[in-house]
């Protein structure tokens, strides 16, 4: 798994909870491998919740002293270099907003297949190309330009919609339980046009008041 050199990003960018993203791990999950997990903030809160053993990766040097303390097994390197991960042995893969940073998330998933148990399941966060913010600016004022953060941040190297979503896991042999879009966020001039497509019951672009979608994909054996 490559991800871009993000080293130059500040120490905030590593560290969200990511409550919103407790949902969608299994309660009854034992075994867990969370792929860039930063400090190691969203393992604790699970390990908090259930009893599991809660393994993380995470390239970043700096968090490796905070991971080391808050889950049970850490490596400070990339998934394509870590040695001693077992094969069959995780119930639940988790990828908080890192798919979108690698040049190739389809192999990346599909390699991940093997350390999976029998029906275990890959839970993601990706942002949505298609928030309205960044809907708008590409398709009436032409612009496509990289940000620090966000969805346009500029380490981001692929970008998703809730459908490419849903058919990069169905592609590799997953079964969609569940898909939910996210950290809604309308800004205010969008709000009146959204108001009324409500009202008119029109859904076609409800998925572009989502910052991200979640999703939570079992193996499909």
């Known amino acids: 798994?490559?991800?871009?050199?993000?080293?130059?990003?500040?120490?905030?960018?590593?560290?969200?909870?990511?409550?919103?993203?407790?949902?969608?791990?299994?309660?009854?999950?034992?075994?867990?491998?969370?792929?860039?997990?930063?400090?190691?903030?969203?393992?604790?809160?699970?390990?908090?919740?259930?009893?599991?053993?809660?393994?993380?990766?995470?390239?970043?040097?700096?968090?490796?002293?905070?991971?080391?303390?808050?889950?049970?097994?850490?490596?400070?390197?990339?998934?394509?270099?870590?040695?001693?991960?077992?094969?069959?042995?995780?119930?639940?893969?988790?990828?908080?907003?890192?798919?979108?940073?690698?040049?190739?998330?389809f192999l990346t998933l599909e390699n991940c297949k093997s350390l999976l148990v029998k029906n275990g399941y890959i839970v993601s966060s990706i942002p949505n190309m298609r928030h309205i913010p960044y809907l708008y600016r590409l398709v009436y004022k032409g612009e496509f330009e990289y940000e620090d953060a966000g969805i346009m941040d500029n380490t981001h190297l692929r970008f998703f919609t809730s459908k490419s979503i849903i058919n990069l896991f169905s592609k590799l042999g997953f079964k969609i339980i569940k898909h939910e879009g996210i950290n809604?966020?309308?800004?205010?001039?969008?709000?009146?046009?959204f108001k009324i497509l409500s009202f008119l019951r029109i859904t076609k672009f409800e998925d572009t008041s989502f910052q991200q979608f979640a999703t939570q994909a079992q193996l499909n054996d």
């Open 1 to 105: 798994m490559e991800i871009l050199n993000i080293k130059d990003k500040d120490q905030s960018y590593y560290q969200h909870e990511r409550r919103e993203m407790m949902a969608f791990v299994p309660l009854d999950a034992k075994h867990i491998l969370e792929i860039g997990c930063g400090n190691g903030a969203f393992g604790k809160l699970i390990k908090e919740r259930q009893n599991c053993i809660y393994w993380g990766i995470e390239p970043e040097k700096k968090f490796a002293t905070i991971a080391q303390k808050n889950i049970d097994k850490f490596f400070n390197n990339t998934l394509d270099k870590c040695d001693g991960l077992p094969n069959n042995y995780f119930d639940c893969i988790i990828f908080n907003d890192v798919l979108e940073h690698l040049t190739d998330p």
């Open 184 to 193: 809604r966020f309308v800004p205010k001039k969008f709000s009146i046009p």
